[in-house]
Structures are given as structure tokens and as C-alpha cells.
């Protein structure tokens, strides 16, 4: 926890706009961390809210996507990545129909991709048909609008949805089970 910016568990980033940061309420580096590197990180001279959702945003569109193929079954765990990074997945040629979506972006809108690039990924599924699975994993009252209801419903649709937030509590993941026989033809 960066307690020197006052962000825990709970902290809506929403609320960092407009906020003024004195020399004495500046978040110190931890031990071994070059201090230039974490202040210029920080970047407090041009505002602490904008730093903070610039890293956010650029990070977003560069993490991990990884689909895991076993038996026949494709699982996708998307990361953070974003409508450009699904864009660009579109475009090498690489998205394809899966089984399982680890849903992108704790399912925030921005996370969605495209109706065209959904449509390759989770068609609409035929009356009768098991639906792929999918999960979204999340904490209340971290960002504001995430997950975003209209992402969740469009989802829905299209598969079975499991959220982290929907946890009885104190379960601590989400289990899937893929019989090693493969996916129903």
C-alpha cells in the first residue's frame, strides 16, 4: 500500500483529480529504490492523478494476452489490454473462437473489444448450445463504473459469467473444470 499518497484497498482514483500534493505528503521510495527513478515515476510536478492514470492507460494496451490450448479446449486470458490491443490481435489474424475469456480489463468498457473482434471471439451462441465460460475478476468500489453493467449484460449473452464480486465470502478464486476428453463437438 502507497501510504504516502493515501491509496489502499479502497481508494477510488476518481478521487485524485485536483488534488494538491505538499513536499511532506510525498510518497518516499522504498529501500534499494533509486530515488530519481521513483520520483521521476511519480512525476509529482505535473500532478499526481494524471501520473498515476498515465501509467494506467499506457500499461493497459502492452500487458500479457495468452491463450492456452489444451485437449482441444482455448482459453484466453486476456490482461488489461484494451480496444487497441484488440485491434491489433485482429488485424495479425490471431483472434479466434474460444471456450473460456478471462474477461479484460476487471470488465470495464474499454476492455471490450469491438462488436466485429467479440463476434470472433465469443459468437453468439445457437439456441441449446453450451455456452463458453468466462469470469471477470474485480473488487468493489476500486474504480468507479468497473465492471461496467453494459460490458457484463453483453457478455452475458454470450456466455456463462462468473464474477469475483458474486463470491460468497471468503472464497478466494473462481475453479473451472475442461474434461480432458476436449470440448463437445
Do not use: C
Request: charge should be negative; charged fraction near 25%; hydrophobic fraction near 35%.
Amino acid at each position: 500500500m502507497a501510504t504516502g499518497l493515501g491509496i489502499g484497498d479502497t481508494f477510488d482514483f476518481d478521487d485524485l483529480d485536483g488534488l494538491q500534493v505538499k513536499d511532506e505528503d510525498l510518497a518516499r521510495p522504498p529501500a534499494g529504490v533509486d530515488a530519481g527513478a521513483f520520483y521521476d515515476l511519480l512525476d509529482v510536478r505535473h500532478g499526481t492523478s494524471t501520473t498515476l492514470l498515465s501509467i494506467d492507460q499506457a500499461s493497459n494496451n502492452t500487458s500479457i494476452v495468452m491463450l492456452l490450448e489444451w485437449n482441444g479446449w482455448k482459453l484466453l486470458f486476456s490482461g488489461d489490454a484494451e480496444k487497441r490491443s484488440w485491434k491489433t490481435m485482429d488485424r495479425l489474424g490471431i483472434v479466434k473462437p474460444v471456450h473460456f475469456l478471462k474477461v479484460s480489463h476487471h470488465g470495464s468498457h474499454t476492455g471490450m473489444p469491438p462488436d466485429d473482434i467479440l463476434e470472433k471471439l465469443l459468437p453468439m451462441p445457437v439456441p441449446g448450445a453450451t455456452k463458453p465460460r468466462a469470469a471477470v475478476s474485480t473488487y468493489p468500489k476500486t474504480y468507479k463504473g468497473v465492471p461496467d453493467e453494459t460490458t457484463l449484460v453483453e457478455l452475458k449473452k454470450r456466455v456463462d459469467l462468473t464474477s469475483t464480486r458474486d463470491l460468497p465470502q471468503g472464497t478466494l478464486f473462481v475453479e473451472y473444470t475442461f474434461p480432458s476428453a476436449g470440448p463437445p463437438a
